[in-house]
């Protein structure tokens, strides 16, 4: 049997990257590998990152984390979706849910009837027939073998790092504190060789994983690997997040609320509320920002505002030489559908897969650099479909982002909507059909036509089958506890 010749693995960084990789790693290949993690507290984490989607759930299920305990400690409340106000038009809102639209055939989804139904008089709005999105209104929640509700989590970014190090140290990682100085390559074939840290002390590795956050210390500034900028899709550039005290109970589901240079999201915890400001600073000063960000905060502030710079877009090569970037060293694509969290952990997943057990070769690293690229380009282009589908007009923001050059595959996606009202989700795509119909149509784009499926039914009987899908709903929806209530039962917040 061939000899591993991977088994030193280095993580440089322990934000959530770092710590993710961690736990995952030792909890799923442990006795394989010996994993060190370089954090300094002297480089504060990004310190956001609190909203999730659906695979943050499985992914804790994969390596064995309870649900309980994670979120006891980590003041995490459930997510349904998120809630947008002020998209399309001053004014407007939809929920983006996690849930699954009515009840579709194998001839066409379930907005097709829908969209017949609707023009005939015979229907409701689109969220009566979905039972996540009716719960997330209602701010009702329960997770049982009566109610399955697909879902994601709101944690705390910071207890989150700390909860995942203590797993992942009781799991054999070693911690080492310090500031990376320099990052040292084998002068031939510039794989790294170890990473020299200001106290003079020198880890040594035969992977070493970047996750130092936007500097990409190892994947950038030493292996130049390369990045793509897409700002002029996702033009927003700055943040100012804030951390207040909850105002009431804590909804399920993440808000998303349009300005006139960006948005802000509040994520409700259960010991408190994280908030932040987005904005494109050619069109918002950072003065004009804070002054923003006072005026939409609500509760009590209990730690101030920091600032954020960031630039959208993707590291050409994930992976490089026995360098792999995860993280913001790896990418970033803004934060309006919460998909960072989830790229780290689908990345890691990956790695898992396609270990080099036996040596970084070329085949595995572009197999694992086209996954990646082609994950993020999908997320990228349900992104930029927010800002673009808007009729707003008020600002020179919106002006920009609604007349923009967008992606083809965008544009395609949004040709084959606007005229037949086909959705489709491509292989290992993240976004399912039903996201991109509710954010589609909750941006106002109305299809032209439609599948006439809806023509095969007699009027009353398509009636009746949506008034049962609905009252049918309504029923499971009025037997859930309040999301407050269920958290209060289930995981009571260590810190509240
Ligand atoms: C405004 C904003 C909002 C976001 N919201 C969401 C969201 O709602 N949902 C979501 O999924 N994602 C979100 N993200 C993304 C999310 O925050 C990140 O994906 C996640 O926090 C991972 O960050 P990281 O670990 O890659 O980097 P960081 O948190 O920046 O960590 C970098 C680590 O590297 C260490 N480090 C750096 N340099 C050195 C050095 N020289 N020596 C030693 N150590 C070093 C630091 O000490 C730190 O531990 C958001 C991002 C931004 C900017």
Redesign the pocket.
């Known amino acids: 049997m061939a000899e591993q010749i991977v088994r030193r693995v280095v993580i ?7 710590w993710i990789a961690a736990v995952a790693l030792s909890k799923q290949l442990g006795t394989l590998l010996d994993i060190t993690l ?15 989607v659906p695979t943050a759930h499985t992914f804790h299920h994969l390596i064995g984390i309870d649900e309980q305990e994670f979120m006891r400690e980590t003041g995490s409340s459930f997510k349904l979706g998120i809630n947008f106000e002020n998209w399309g038009e001053i004014g407007d809102r939809y929920i983006h849910s996690f849930g699954t639209l009515g009840k579709s055939t194998w001839m066409a989804d379930f907005h097709h009837l829908w969209l017949h139904a609707r023009g005939e008089g015979l229907a409701g709005e689109l969220e009566d027939y979905c039972l996540e999105l009716q719960a997330a209104e209602q701010g009702k929640f329960a997770t049982s073998d009566q109610f399955k509700v697909n879902y994601a989590y709101h944690l705390d ?1 910071g207890y989150y790092a700390r909860y995942l190090r203590r797993l992942s140290e009781a799991a054999g990682v070693r911690r080492v504190e ?3 100085a320099s990052v040292e390559q084998h002068p031939q074939t510039g794989f790294i060789q170890s990473l020299l840290l200001e106290s003079g002390e020198r880890i040594e590795g035969d992977l070493f994983i970047d ?5 990409g ?1 190892l994947i950038e500034q030493t292996l130049k690997a390369g990045f793509e900028d897409w700002s002029h899709w996702l033009p927003n550039n700055s ?1 100012l ?1 804030v951390q207040t005290r909850s105002v009431g109970p804590a909804m399920p589901y ?1 808000s998303a609320i349009a300005h006139d240079a960006g948005w802000l ?1 509040r ?1 409700p915890l259960q010991h408190r509320v994280g908030t ?1 400001l ?1 904005y494109c600073s050619d069109y918002l000063s950072d003065d004009e920002a804070l002054a923003r960000l006072h005026q939409m905060i609500e509760g009590e502030i209990l730690i101030e505002p920091w600032s ?1 710079r ?1 630039k959208a877009g993707r590291r050409l090569k994930v992976w490089e030489k026995n360098c792999i970037a ?4 790896s990418g ?1 694509v803004e ?1 309006l559908e ?5 790229m ?1 952990m689908i990345a890691v997943t990956r790695l898992i897969q396609l270990f080099p057990f036996n040596g970084c070769d070329d085949a595995l690293q572009r197999r694992y650099n086209d996954l990646s690229q082609n994950e993020i380009e999908k997320i990228r282009d349900f992104i930029i479909l927010h800002y673009h589908l808007t009729e707003r007009d008020d600002s020179p923001f919106w002006r920009q982002v609604r007349t923009m050059e967008i992606p083809d595959t965008l544009a395609q996606r949004l040709a084959l909507f606007g005229e037949n009202a086909h959705a489709y989700q491509i292989t290992e795509e993240l976004f399912r059909i039903d996201s991109w119909v509710q954010v589609m149509l909750g941006q106002r784009l109305r299809p032209a036509g439609h599948h006439q499926l809806g023509r095969l039914m007699r009027p009353e009987q398509l009636r009746q089958a949506l008034l049962d899908l609905k009252t049918n709903i309504g029923k499971a929806v009025a037997g859930m506890p309040s999301h407050q209530d269920f958290l209060n039962r289930y995981c009571p917040a260590a810190m509240a």
């Open positions: 440089a960084g322990g934000g959530t990257a770092g370089v954090e300094s507290d002297q480089i504060r984490t990004v310190g956001v990152g609190e909203s999730t970014a310090g500031k990376i996750c130092t956050g936007f500097r210390l943040a997040p993440t999201w994520i932040g987005v954020i960031f995860l993280g913001l060293a970033f934060p919460s998909t960072s969290i989830h780290i």
